[in-house]
């Protein structure tokens, strides 16, 4: 019978402690086959196959929690060679996950269900959940992993136990924690089809009895993460041309446990991550639309069109990013932060992480525990890039614009205090309080008109009219009021945003077990969340803060003359505190029944909660000009998102327990689905609430310890029906009411063998395999019409050989065998001629990884 107590077992001298709660921001591992429990926790003669999982802020095992989990052990990790969080499509149905963007750096959806990649002000759909904190960025999906314990991917809304953010599911992660005696690892890699070299390795063990700790690091060069198309104007900053573009990753993490009691015990956290790249493009693709034609970058209104580079080829996994202009990318406006960096006119991108997580309990009775859980994360993220994505003016010369050198800031500290019993009656409970400090800055240098191609920031006379509402004549002439001076700028401005959150929550759930098989449990979470955005434009190009042309009657003024333009707010604008605030109620109930010792039968009622904001997205030229000229700010506002439904299951264990099959059949309905979308003729993203979005389905999973020594069977199968069931007008216009979800496959499968062979009494073989196969899905969510990704398979597989113990480890990993290259998301490319363009932007997988490892363990 699950215990509400939360107890693990410690390295210490037998004691038990309660929370080495999963991993963190450096061990973002989401790779691995998914592989239901092998046995229940009443087989106390074979606890290696019992898998426990916190699905419920509680530890019990995989097959007794009433919560669809897909659990991923370590040595599955490992044994794939995963190094960042997108590689785990091949493992979990029904996940999509994008790398890149420039605002919120990444994107998941599950079941159909996720967050924009755009905009850094969307908290994840999908929450994160590392070492038992809450952390709702998505620009972590970019950071590097490894020495990963376990990943747990929770299905379905679970906001009782884990808050805001999780009204889609959660990714839970528990990072390796101090062993019970001395031990170093160390583990090298190379990798041919990227040219990747890795290099890691652990030390880790007790100091006493009662303190023990554990430093991981890990070092991840790619030469050539990205591939550039023959002859794209790219280049290295000596001069050279470059081929592809590359990535550096560099993850470490210090992990203190102390047990000075049998009562109390606490484990600390510090883990820094350090990823450079070159450029936040990365995997994204041109696909050339309906009219099979490479688009040409139409800027000025016509006055100024750009040749494009791209050949049609959306498959190859060849890219087509060039450098930028060289009329754009003369100088940045003071306070950027690619200042002095991007005024070579090359991408690049530069991410630094500090995250610590602090967790003690303290047993204040037999009966009763107090846990605390203390979180900071420290962000500071960079990167910059040309968002026409193609552009030549002739073999060598990059024509990049819609260049950005957007700077993501962030400093989030979160706690948690929760007081849990363990009576041996009935009745058990849980109640808890959680607050968040988050403050957000995202600041961006932007060239949305490209108005240096005309001339870089100059200086102007500047007149006034003293009858703007009539023609320019002799007796209305302008008057000279001085000159404006510029800055030699090549940027149309600098804007900066600043949010603020606080959220406020309290939680309560009791369980009663009122037989030996039967057990009721429920409770709900009350959040209150607040947000204050601020927005600055400290910096406009004066050719578009000033016109020469008549307000009045639109003809050329005289030369010289320059008046404001009614078309961008102005240089120094300030929007003053722009405040959103909601509260939510968000209960949850389960039963569970024990129909045999080895079948579980449950049925929940869930519901989520994802709060609203502010969009930071907006443009002066365009949203922002918009909302200032009506004095509200109303419009950029974007409300919270809810998720209500439930889901019925079964896990069951046959042959004494060597076969495991658990399914659930689920319903959910998500009200007010934030969503943003790109406009590509007004060069403006278009935030909004879908008004319902409603996802159905089956979740199955199967385990079969065979006969066979050492040979274990896994697989699941994910069918999912999201489609949006009310009325949604997009920003094409049209109403995609009754369509399906973008990036919710209908079905979605993967199947996976794992062979340990003794060849001898110091030498094992090693065989392991996957296959994963994905339906067709929309891979946008504007039109009837979007793009669809056809079906795909995909296969990946690893030999080794080495000492059974672990002391050694020679391996050759395939991941993606097939190259299989397929879209996850797509969108109109920025800078078309209107109602002719129709190229769309396409982000992508990695393709095929070859390497060859070697590890060792002392």
């Given at each position: 019978m699950t215990k509400q107590s939360q107890h693990h077992k410690t390295i210490f001298s037998g004691k038990s402690v309660r929370g080495l709660l999963m991993g963190s921001a450096a061990s973002l591992a989401f790779a691995g086959v998914a592989a239901p429990a092998y046995a229940q926790d009443e087989v106390a003669e074979d606890d290696s196959n019992v898998i426990t999982v916190i699905a419920r802020k509680q530890t019990e095992t995989l097959q007794e929690v009433p919560v669809t989990v897909t659990a991923i052990g370590g040595d599955t990790l490992e044994n794939f060679q995963v190094n960042e969080i997108a590689d785990v499509v091949s493992r979990v149905p029904a996940l999509n996950v994008q790398v890149g963007g420039s605002g919120s750096g990444g994107q998941i959806s599950l079941r159909g269900v996720g967050s924009s990649n755009i905009s850094a002000s969307f908290d994840s759909a999908v929450?994160?959940?590392?070492?038992?904190?809450?952390?709702?960025?998505?620009?972590?999906?970019?950071?590097?992993?490894?020495?990963?314990?376990?990943?747990?991917?929770?299905?379905?809304?679970?906001?009782?136990?884990?808050?805001?953010?999780?009204?889609?599911?959660?990714?839970?992660?528990?990072?390796?924690?101090?062993?019970?005696?001395?031990?170093?690892?160390?583990?090298?890699?190379?990798?041919?089809?990227?040219?990747?070299?890795?290099?890691?390795g652990y030390i880790s063990?007790?100091?006493?009895?009662?303190?023990?700790?554990?430093?991981?690091?890990?070092?991840?060069?790619?030469?050539?993460?990205?591939?550039?198309?023959?002859?794209?104007p790219a280049f290295n900053p000596n001069g050279s041309v470059r081929t592809s573009r590359g990535l550096e990753n560099f993850v470490s993490r210090l992990t203190f446990q102390w047990d000075p009691s049998d009562n109390f015990n606490a484990n600390l956290k510090l883990n820094y991550i350090k990823n450079e790249n070159d450029g936040a493009i990365a995997h994204s693709d041109i696909n050339c639309g309906p009219n099979g034609v490479a688009d040409p970058v139409f800027l000025l209104q016509g006055g100024l069109v750009i040749p494009s580079n791209a050949d049609c080829n959306d498959r190859d996994g060849l890219y087509h990013h060039v450098d930028a202009a060289a009329a754009l990318s003369g100088r940045l406006p003071d306070g950027s932060a690619g200042q002095g960096r991007f005024e070579n006119g090359i991408p690049y991108g530069e991410t630094d992480i500090f995250f610590g997580r602090l967790k003690w309990d303290l047993d204040v009775s037999d009966t009763l525990t107090i846990s605390s859980v203390s979180g900071y994360l420290g962000m500071d993220a960079v990167d910059t890039d040309c968002y026409a994505y193609v552009g030549?003016?002739?073999?060598?010369?990059?024509?990049?614009?819609?260049?950005?050198?957007?700077e993501n800031k962030i400093e989030q500290f979160t706690q948690e205090f929760r007081l849990a019993s363990d009576y041996d009656g009935i009745f058990n409970f849980m109640i808890g309080a959680f607050y968040e400090s988050r403050e957000i800055d995202f600041n961006t240098s932007q060239q949305a008109v490209n108005i240096s191609f005309a001339a870089a920031d100059p200086t102007l006379p500047i007149f006034t009219i003293p009858d703007p509402t009539q023609p320019v004549s002799a007796v209305n002439a302008p008057v000279f009021q001085g000159l404006v001076n510029g800055t030699g700028t090549t940027y149309d401005w600098l804007k900066q945003h600043k949010t603020k959150t606080e959220a406020l929550s309290f939680f309560g759930?009791?369980?009663?077990?009122?037989?030996?098989?039967?057990?009721?449990?429920?409770?709900?979470?009350?959040?209150?969340?607040?947000?204050?955005?601020?927005?600055?434009?400290?910096?406009?190009?004066?050719?578009?803060?000033?016109?020469?042309?008549?307000?009045?009657?639109?003809?050329?003024?005289p030369a010289g003359v320059f008046v404001d333009s009614p078309g961008f707010v102005t240089e120094g604008f300030f929007s003053g505190p722009i405040n959103f605030s909601d509260s939510n109620f968000s209960p949850e109930v389960s039963i569970r029944y024990q129909a045999t010792p080895d079948i579980n039968i449950y049925a929940a009622f869930k519901t989520g909660f994802k709060s609203g904001g502010i969009d930071n997205s907006a443009l002066p030229s365009n949203s922002l000009q918009a909302a200032a000229a009506a004095g509200?700010?109303?419009?950029?506002?974007?409300?919270?998102?809810?998720?209500l439904g439930g889901e019925v299951g079964v896990k069951a264990q046959f042959a004494d327990r060597s076969v495991t099959l658990n399914t659930s059949v689920f319903y959910y309905v998500f009200d007010d689905l934030q969503v943003q979308n790109f406009d590509a003729t007004t060069i403006q993203f278009q935030t909004f609430n879908a008004s319902q979005l409603t996802s159905q389905g089956v979740d199955v999973e199967w385990a079969w310890r065979t006969p066979v020594d050492g040979l274990n069977l896994s697989g699941s199968l994910a069918y999912t029906d999201a489609e949006f069931t009310a009325p949604f007008v997009t920003t094409s216009g049209e109403d995609i009411n009754g369509r399906a979800a973008a990036r919710a496959p209908k079905f979605a499968a993967n199947a996976a063998f794992d062979w340990s062979i003794p060849m001898s009494d110091a030498f094992e073989l090693g065989l392991n395999?996957?296959?994963?196969?994905?339906?067709?899905?929309?891979?946008?969510?504007?039109?009837?019409?979007?793009?669809?990704?056809?079906?795909?398979?995909?296969?990946?597989?690893?030999?080794?050989?080495?000492?059974?113990?672990?002391?050694?480890?020679?391996?050759?990993?395939?991941?993606?065998?097939?190259?299989?290259?397929?879209?996850?998301?797509?969108?109109?490319?920025?800078?078309?001629?209107?109602?002719?363009?129709?190229?769309?932007?396409?982000?992508?997988?990695?393709?095929?990884?070859?390497?060859?490892?070697?590890?060792?363990?002392?």
């Open positions: 929450a994160f959940d590392f070492d038992g904190v809450q952390i709702s960025t998505m620009r972590l999906v970019q950071a590097g992993f490894f020495d990963v314990e376990q990943i747990d991917v929770l299905k379905g809304p679970q906001s009782l136990f884990f808050g805001k953010s999780a009204s889609a599911g959660v990714f839970s992660v528990r990072s390796a924690n101090p062993t019970p005696d001395w031990e170093v690892g160390v583990k090298v890699s190379q990798e041919f089809e990227e040219n990747g070299t890795t290099i890691g063990g007790p100091i006493s009895d009662t303190f023990g700790v554990r430093l991981a690091a890990q070092f991840n060069n790619i030469e050539d993460y990205v591939d550039l198309a023959p002859g794209t030549t003016f002739g073999p060598g010369v990059p024509a990049g614009s819609g260049c950005s050198d957007p759930s009791i369980t009663l077990d009122l037989t030996d098989q039967l057990q009721i449990s429920g409770g709900i979470r009350w959040t209150d969340e607040k947000k204050v955005n601020t927005i600055r434009v400290p910096y406009l190009h004066n050719l578009l803060e000033f016109t020469g042309n008549d307000p009045v009657t639109g003809d050329p003024l509200s700010f109303d419009s950029l506002i974007y409300d919270s998102e809810t998720g395999g996957n296959l994963q196969y994905s339906g067709s899905y929309f891979t946008n969510e504007d039109s009837l019409t979007d793009l669809k990704q056809d079906s795909y398979v995909s296969i990946d597989g690893s030999i080794s050989v080495g000492d059974p113990d672990g002391a050694w480890k020679l391996s050759l990993v395939g991941v993606n065998l097939t190259d299989e290259i397929w879209i996850n998301t797509s969108g109109g490319r920025p800078f078309l001629e209107p109602g002719v363009g129709d190229d769309l932007v396409v982000t992508q997988n990695r393709g095929r990884q070859v390497f060859v490892e070697a590890s060792f363990k002392f």
